[in-house]
């Protein structure tokens, strides 16, 4: 029997464990995917937003791979320091596999970053997401003006979210301190602000246009900045994507003026209803966030105009925007794998066609995929061909992999090893206990947001057994 362990059980990994078993290649193989968290699907669970319910609803084909017979979902597994090492594992697996992701966010590298209320966007995506490690964290919402920073998918995913009402919210799984936060915010203006145009940002299509459709609120672009794009008034050369978005910007940009920037129009005691104003600004760099004393005031930005190369230089004409809450979206990057070699340039791991090389040769039973493996790029599905890849190169090691000598019950190894493994029925314990927390408040299903709720469900199952 060949026993695969898969590190990470987001679309990467669980995308790895279904080309490991359709294969067929190794009729005896068994994949063992493993997680940090007790709960399975990655960003599926805990980075698509809450309202993106088709996108989430991806887990349900995530979750057929994990019931096969041949696969093994074990959470609550920490792998590097402080816990399992390649070497340990590779005593457990006759293979390893890391789908590990890009963990940690791009800094912007400028004055003030670090001041209160400037965070990372993957903190307050974490916080509404109920990602555990997020439990401490608190938004208050008593901003009335946010910056995002960036013009990806998760920079608009935010500045929606900051735009929605608490009402629509409800129906999701979202946890009931965000939803309650939402409900009291008082955010009127939402800026997204990127340092190049139109038809360079990276968000798509389809979640642009949703902006425009969001109650109660308004998206305001400058026709003065879009067309400093070479490529704004003549789109046809571009990629679909960049097209289609260049084509969404111009309609709202030829709508007639709405009124001045700032308009207090809401009745201050009914924030739920509330008009807000999402501002999508381009050509702006951020060179430095500025405090008063108790956080965040504005964020002070370079204009910035097309090199003539694809890229952008500074111009020295200068504006601030005002905001007391700063998010700042400039995409990721991968961390180093304790016992695995780092490219620090590209924040991957070195691989041939998914095997880990170490000085140019492969190091025997170890292979990487995801965003690892090929860094920060591609959406959901891009991790398919990716996936097979690496599937394909372990299986063609297979007859050496077999003479491997691991250990017997990898599970048991786990538990010997320090662990306390969170294993498919108590994943379900958590999925019933999330749906009967649900049901009191008087909601559909409502995520536990804390590693303590999160165990002490799962771990109801192994004392019900």
């Known amino acids: 029997m060949l026993r695969v362990a898969v590190i990470g059980s987001g679309p990467s990994g669980v995308y790895t464990a279904?080309?490991?078993?359709?294969?067929?290649?190794?009729?005896?193989?068994?994949?063992?995917?493993?997680?940090?968290?007790?709960?399975?699907?990655?960003?599926?669970?805990?980075?698509?937003?809450?309202?993106?319910?088709?996108?989430?609803?991806?887990?349900?084909?995530?979750?057929?791979?994990?019931?096969?017979?041949?696969?093994?979902?074990?959470?609550?597994?920490?792998?590097?320091?402080?816990?399992?090492?390649?070497?340990?594992?590779?005593?457990?697996?006759d293979a390893v596999v890391f789908c590990v992701g890009a963990a940690t966010d791009r800094h912007l590298g400028i004055p003030g970053e670090e001041l209160p209320g400037s965070h990372p966007a993957t903190e307050f995506v974490a916080w509404y997401s109920a990602h555990p490690d997020a439990a401490a964290?608190?938004?208050?919402?008593?901003?009335?003006?946010?910056?995002?920073?960036?013009?990806?998918?998760?920079?608009?995913?935010?500045?929606r979210m900051l735009s929605r009402g608490a009402a629509e919210l409800a129906t999701t799984d979202m946890p009931q301190g965000p939803l309650s936060a939402l409900a009291d915010s008082r955010v009127e203006d939402v800026w997204m602000v990127g340092r190049r145009g139109p038809s360079q940002a990276k968000f798509t299509t389809k979640e642009l246009r949703e902006l425009g459709s969001l109650p109660d609120t308004e998206v305001r672009v400058r026709p003065e900045e879009l067309t400093l794009d070479?490529?704004?008034?003549?789109?046809?050369?571009?990629?679909?994507?960049?097209?289609?978005?260049?084509?969404?910007?111009?309609?709202?940009?030829?709508?007639?003026?709405?009124?001045?920037?700032?308009?207090?129009?809401?009745?201050?005691?009914?924030?739920?209803?509330?008009?807000?104003?999402i501002h999508l600004r381009f050509f702006l760099r951020p060179v430095e966030i500025l405090g008063d004393g108790g956080g965040v005031r504005a964020v002070r930005f370079e204009r910035t105009a097309p090199d003539g190369h694809g890229g952008v230089s500074g111009t020295g004409e200068f504006e601030e925007i005002e905001g007391q809450l700063v998010l700042r979206s400039v995409g990721y990057r991968g961390t180093p794998q304790p016992g695995?070699?780092?490219?620090?340039?590209?924040?991957?791991?070195?691989?041939?066609?998914?095997?880990?090389?170490?000085?140019?040769?492969?190091?025997?039973?170890?292979?990487?995929?995801?965003?690892?493996?090929?860094?920060?790029?591609?959406?959901?599905?891009?991790?398919?061909?990716?996936?097979?890849?690496?599937?394909?190169?372990?299986?063609?090691?297979?007859?050496?992999?077999a003479?491997?000598?691991?250990?017997?019950?990898?599970?048991?190894?786990?538990?010997?090893?320090?662990?306390?493994?969170?294993?498919?029925?108590?994943?379900?314990?958590?999925?019933?206990?999330?749906?009967?927390?649900?049901?009191g408040l008087g909601r559909g299903t409502v995520k536990l947001p804390d590693w303590s709720g999160l165990l002490d469900a799962a771990h109801t199952a192994g004392r019900s057994s």
């Open 403 to 439: 003479e491997h000598a691991s250990a017997g019950d990898p599970v048991a190894a786990l538990i010997r090893a320090g662990q306390r493994p969170v294993t498919w029925p108590g994943w379900l314990a958590i999925e019933a206990a999330e749906a009967e927390w649900g049901r």
């Open 137 to 159: 964290l608190r938004f208050t919402l008593a901003a009335r003006s946010a910056l995002v920073i960036g013009v990806g998918n998760v920079a608009v995913d935010v500045a």
């Open 230 to 277: 070479p490529a704004y008034q003549d789109p046809g050369a571009l990629p679909a994507v960049a097209r289609r978005n260049v084509e969404v910007l111009r309609g709202w940009a030829e709508r007639p003026a709405a009124g001045p920037e700032r308009a207090d129009t809401a009745p201050e005691s009914s924030p739920a209803r509330r008009r807000r104003r």
């Open 340 to 401: 695995l070699p780092f490219d620090e340039t590209t924040g991957t791991v070195p691989h041939q066609a998914g095997r880990v090389l170490r000085d140019g040769s492969p190091l025997p039973g170890v292979y990487v995929a995801g965003w690892i493996k090929r860094g920060p790029t591609g959406v959901i599905g891009t991790n398919r061909p990716c996936a097979k890849e690496t599937a394909l190169s372990l299986l063609a090691d297979a007859p050496a992999l």
């Open 18 to 93: 279904q080309s490991l078993i359709e294969q067929q290649a190794v009729p005896d193989l068994e994949v063992y995917v493993l997680d940090r968290l007790p709960c399975p699907y990655g960003l599926v669970r805990y980075g698509v937003a809450p309202d993106h319910e088709k996108i989430k609803s991806l887990q349900n084909n995530l979750r057929t791979v994990l019931e096969h017979p041949r696969a093994h979902f074990v959470g609550n597994v920490e792998v590097g320091a402080p816990g399992l090492g390649v070497a340990e594992l590779r005593e457990i697996f």
